[in-house]
C-alpha cells in the first residue's frame, strides 16, 4: 500500500502558541490532501481539503485564519495551528488521495499527530 | 440523509465467528467502496476497496457490493481479539469521498 508519513506524532505546546503539522506522501504525488481532526471517541471530522497549488477548501465551521494549510507541492502538505487554544488538543490525522491510471481513487492516511495544548 | 450510514455499534461476536459490518450509501453514481479499519488511538488503515458489483475475497476479509440497493458489506471470517477496532465504510462518487461514522466491532475471546 501507499505509505503517507505526518511530522511531529506528538507534540506538547502551551496556549497562544504555533504548531505546524507536516503531511507527506513517500511513494506517490498527491494532488490532493485532506485534515481530519479527531476527538476521543468520536469520529473523524473533516477540516479541509488542501490542492496543490491553489488554496485549500475549508468544511463549514472550521476557520480558516486558525488552521493555516499549505500545499506547496505534490508530496507535501502542511497545516499550522495558530494561537493555540487548549481546545484545539485533539488527534489531527491527514490522508492523501492517490489516483491511480485507470483504478479508482483511493485515500490514504498518515499515522496522525496528537497535539496536547497547555 | 448522510452520505454514508453505518451502525454505530457496538457489535460483539465470539473469537472464530463470522462478522459482518454494513454500510448504505445514497449517492447512486458512486463509484468506489472503501473499508478502512482503525485502532483506538490510531489512524485509519485502508483494508479493503471494492468497485464492482459483487464479492471481493481478501484472506479473511470479504467486501461485498449491492449498487442496485447502495449496500456494501464487510465480513470478517474467524474473527479474532486483533479485529476488534472501528470499522470505517468510504465512498467515493468521482468527485468526493465520504466517510460513515464506523461501527464498533468487539472480538470475544
Known amino acids: 500500500g501507499a505509505v503517507v508519513s505526518q511530522h511531529p506524532s506528538r507534540v506538547i505546546c502551551k496556549s497562544g502558541t504555533s504548531v505546524k503539522i507536516e503531511c507527506r506522501s513517500l511513494d506517490f504525488q498527491a494532488t490532493t490532501m485532506f485534515w481530519y481532526r479527531q476527538f476521543p471517541k468520536q469520529s473523524l471530522m473533516l477540516m479541509a481539503t488542501s490542492n496543490e497549488g491553489s488554496k485549500a477548501t475549508y468544511e463549514q465551521g472550521v476557520e480558516k485564519d486558525k488552521f493555516l494549510i499549505n500545499h506547496a507541492s505534490l508530496t507535501l502538505s502542511t497545516l499550522t495551528v495558530t494561537s493555540a487554544h487548549p481546545e484545539d488538543s485533539s488527534f489531527y490525522i491527514c490522508?492523501?488521495?492517490?489516483?491511480?491510471?485507470?483504478?479508482?481513487?483511493?485515500?490514504?492516511f498518515g499515522p496522525g499527530t496528537r497535539l496536547t495544548v497547555l | 440523509q448522510k452520505e454514508v450510514e453505518q451502525n454505530s455499534g457496538p457489535l460483539s461476536v465470539p473469537e472464530g465467528a463470522i462478522a459482518s459490518l454494513n454500510c448504505t450509501y445514497s449517492?447512486?453514481?458512486?463509484?468506489?467502496f472503501f473499508w478502512y479499519r482503525q485502532y483506538s488511538g490510531k489512524s485509519p488503515e485502508l483494508i479493503m476497496f471494492i468497485y464492482s458489483n459483487g464479492d471481493k475475497e481478501d484472506g479473511r476479509f470479504t467486501a461485498q457490493l449491492n449498487k442496485a440497493s447502495q449496500y456494501v458489506s464487510l465480513l470478517i471470517r474467524d474473527s479474532q481479539p486483533s479485529d476488534s477496532a472501528t470499522y470505517l465504510c468510504?465512498?467515493?462518487?468521482?468527485?468526493?469521498?465520504?466517510f460513515g461514522t464506523g461501527t464498533s466491532l468487539t472480538v470475544i475471546p
Open positions: 468510504a465512498v467515493f462518487t468521482g468527485n468526493q469521498f465520504y
Open positions: 490522508s492523501a488521495d492517490r489516483t491511480s491510471g485507470g483504478a479508482t481513487d483511493t485515500q490514504y
Open positions: 449517492d447512486r453514481g458512486s463509484q468506489s
